[in-house]
């Protein structure tokens, strides 16, 4: 795994504007959205279990992930790869993202060990790292421009919410070209 390059004053300028054309838009919107409730919010609350049992290797290789995934939506701006493949050596993470939030990222996610194993995952230290942890998906998802919180997929009312948004996108992202939010699994007939 490699860090970007290292990001220039105007390069970081750059990644907080909003994307320059309507197909990185929508790509950032829609599919930056979608990363986020399917793949961001399963792995904070696979890291919550662990933190709570006390597993700090699952705790932090989790929150790399988190954190990887995370840092891939906020490079959707610009350059980052619209697909996410689990395991796919090819995917670049970090493609798009200035250095420094790379940089931070991974320190957050790498500081969950001595959290986890000192404490147990009982007590503050490991409350306080969740909550910085849920506050980089917060400042992530803030990006998108929404104007609430997205809905939470793992509930009853959310999943609505997030079939919504995918109908949404889907005609946009169609005449453009660009692929579907949805997993295909999820849309096709069984018969």
Known sequence: M??????????????????????????FRAHGAARLLLGCRARLEDIEGAVGAGQAEVAVLMAYELVQL????????????????????????????????????????????????????????GEEWLERLRAHLRDTEALLGYPEPLPDVRSGSGLMKGFKLARTWEPLLRRVGLPDLLPDAWTRRAD
């Open 70 to 125: 995370s840092l891939s939506v906020r490079g959707l701006r610009t350059e980052g790869e619209l697909t996410y493949g689990r395991d796919e050596a090819g995917f670049d993470p970090f493609a798009g993202v200035p250095a420094e939030e790379a940089e931070a990222g991974l320190a957050l996610a790498a500081e969950g060990w001595s959290v986890v194993t000192e404490s147990g995952g009982t007590d503050a230290p």
């Open 2 to 27: 490699t860090l970007p390059a290292p990001a220039t004053a105007a390069a970081g300028r750059l990644a907080d504007a909003p994307p320059a054309d309507l197909r990185r838009l929508l790509v």
